[in-house]
């Protein structure tokens, strides 16, 4: 069975603090992909990768940063947690060059600044 | 840009009936369309997609959706809801054009079967 697990279902940091939210996926996707769930704004796009090491801005990538050191792990980084970074995060992943693949999410991290 | 609309906020539905769930989408070039569902607490899980061929997709736990080029359209249906299905539903787009890029979400439907 196809996996994308996220480090922490729920995580409660403080305004200030460095956080950091890890994905791993066990299918050898190229492409992997942060997202943020809020009520009525749907799934934005903070980030996404196609390869090692390399990184694309989405939507909304202002306060956070991201790392692909390895294939399989794609790690969010909040540099300075504000309480507007309260949300659901989302990790997702596909194979590459197939447009007509769906992406594979994991569990989300509920994370909640205050 | 592409573009996908998921005009109403909420569905209430009796258990028994027949359920919609809408979507439009704009998109230059070939749409490739898809549907996920997420339960209370959970991640996204992919229900169905369209890719080219017969316009009524049919997916996992009953669920079938039908693609309408001249409307843009691809509408999420299921004959007999169950209370089970209450869920949040969205509708994704990409096009041949987009290659490696993400999908791109609506702001997706709150489901809610009624027994």
């Known amino acids: 069975d196809v996996k994308v697990t996220q480090s922490s279902r729920y995580l409660v940091k403080r305004t200030g603090e460095k956080v950091f939210l890890e994905c791993v996926q066990d299918?050898?996707?190229?492409?992997m992909f942060w997202y943020r769930q809020d009520p009525g704004l749907g799934l934005r796009l903070i980030y996404f990768?196609?390869?090692?090491?390399?990184?694309e801005k989405g939507d909304i990538p202002e306060g956070y940063s991201v790392s692909r050191e390895k294939k399989e792990r794609f790690s969010l980084i909040l540099e300075s947690a504000s309480t507007n970074q309260t949300s659901m995060y989302l990790c997702?992943?596909?194979?590459?060059?197939?447009?007509?693949?769906?992406?594979?999410f994991g569990p989300g991290t509920r994370l909640t600044v205050l | 840009a592409q573009s996908v609309a998921q005009p109403e906020d909420q569905v209430n539905v009796a258990e028994g009936n027949p359920l919609t769930v809408k979507c439009t989408y704009s998109v230059s070039g070939n749409p490739y369309l898809f549907w996920y569902v997420q339960y209370p607490n959970r991640g996204l899980q992919f229900l169905l997609k369209?890719?080219?061929?017969?316009?009524l997709v049919k997916g996992s736990y009953g669920f079938e959706a039908e693609f309408n080029k001249s409307q843009t359209s691809f509408h999420l249906k299921k004959p007999s809801a169950l209370v089970s299905d209450s869920a949040l539903y969205f509708c994704?787009?990409?096009?041949?054009?987009?290659?490696?890029?993400?999908?791109?979400f609506g702001k997706g439907t709150r489901l809610s079967v009624i027994a």
């Open positions: 997702a992943s596909s194979p590459q060059g197939a447009v007509v693949n769906e992406q594979f």
């Open positions: 994704a787009v990409r096009t041949l054009n987009s290659g490696n890029t993400p999908l791109v």
């Open positions: 990768s196609y390869d090692v090491k390399m990184k």
């Open positions: 369209y890719i080219t061929g017969d316009n």
């Open positions: 299918m050898d996707h190229e492409n």
